[in-house]
């Protein structure tokens, strides 16, 4: 599997980005995908996710309210609305897929097995 996310940019506090992550390869079906983010020198950290076939959608509690996942079955494509957009949001954003995620073990990048090229989210207050 290839992920491809894109969207990343500059922006003002309060604004809003939508990041996507496109895959190729093979099909999501019976895949769970998340989404991480992570600034120079921190761990990467979990910002939500989606279970490919249930549609079940996960978020950290940061970004609940803020953030919405939405998926593209035809397109393959995981999107991240990002509104309200705050100078702590800045970070390169990834996103990851694996096929043997339980529910309890999404928030660990470690059971992902495959990442996208992050994207850089740079918000200004």
Avoid: H
Avoid at 33 to 38: K, P, T, V
Avoid at 112 to 120: E, P, Q, S
């Amino acid at each position: 599997v290839q992920l491809q996310a894109s969207g990343g940019g500059l922006v003002q506090a309060g604004d809003s980005l939508r990041l996507s992550c496109a895959a190729s390869g093979r099909t999501l079906s019976g895949y769970t995908m998340g989404w991480f983010r992570q600034v120079e020198g921190k761990e990467r950290e979990y910002v939500g996710g989606i279970r490919w076939n249930s549609s079940t959608i996960y978020y950290a509690d940061s970004v609940k309210g803020r953030f919405t996942i939405s998926k593209d079955n035809t397109k393959n494509t995981v999107y991240l609305q990002m509104n309200s957009l705050k100078p702590e949001d800045t970070a390169v954003y990834y996103c990851g897929v694996g096929n043997r995620i339980i529910a309890g073990q999404v928030l660990a990048p470690s059971v992902y097995d495959y990442w996208g090229r992050g994207t850089l989210v740079t918000v200004s207050s």
